[in-house]
């Protein structure tokens, strides 16, 4: 199974990506999880991302891609799938990994998008309780204003394409999984 999870900040990407990863025994790969080792870490390419992450900004194109690209693939080539949970997040990126997944035969399958509303998604940021740098409601607005900016297009990219799927994740957490597994048990490789 390859599944690409597209929400908006808040909307449970982490934890159904976590959900779906197990229930088809394949890797969960977290951008977010990524980006903060990498900043933790005080690596070359974690120094550059740590303001973007800071001010809850997207990191821009070549870095995501250069810390996720080989991830993805291996991921595909080795366990049979993925579930990739924050990226892509922009129109450039989501081409460049359909680029890469027609190269490699490693396409998404279906692509599961969160959708809730705004104040919902606000109530579950700032109240975290993980003391992110992001978890500020002003962080929190200002991501959601990103999101409908640069990703939220995505929606229609993905419909185009004939692999979305939208669950309404205003739900409890295991009613969306529910949704996304009665979904996903229909897609075919």
Do not use: C, W
């Amino acid at each position: 199974m390859r599944v690409i999870m597209l929400a908006p900040p808040g909307a449970g990407k982490g934890t159904q990506g976590e959900r779906i990863s197990a229930r088809y025994d394949v890797p969960h790969i977290s951008s977010g999880e990524i980006f903060r080792e990498e900043t933790a870490r005080q690596t070359p390419l974690g120094r550059q991302m740590s303001g973007y992450l800071e001010r809850g900004d997207l990191v821009p194109d070549d870095l995501v891609l250069s810390l996720i690209k080989d991830r993805v693939v291996a991921a595909a080539k080795e366990s049979g799938g993925y579930v990739l949970d924050g990226f892509p997040r922009t129109l450039e990126q989501a081409e460049a990994a359909a680029g890469i997944g027609r190269e490699t035969s490693t396409s998404a399958q279906a692509v599961v998008y969160l959708d809730a509303p705004t104040e919902v998604l606000i109530s579950r940021l700032t109240g975290r309780g993980e003391n992110r740098t992001d978890d500020s409601e002003a962080v929190a607005r200002h991501r959601l204003a990103v999101y409908a900016e640069h990703t939220q297009p995505l929606v229609g990219y993905y419909a185009a394409r004939g692999i979305l799927v939208k669950i309404d994740a205003s739900v409890p957490v295991d009613e969306v999984s529910q949704q996304i597994f009665t979904a996903l048990d229909r897609v075919k490789d």
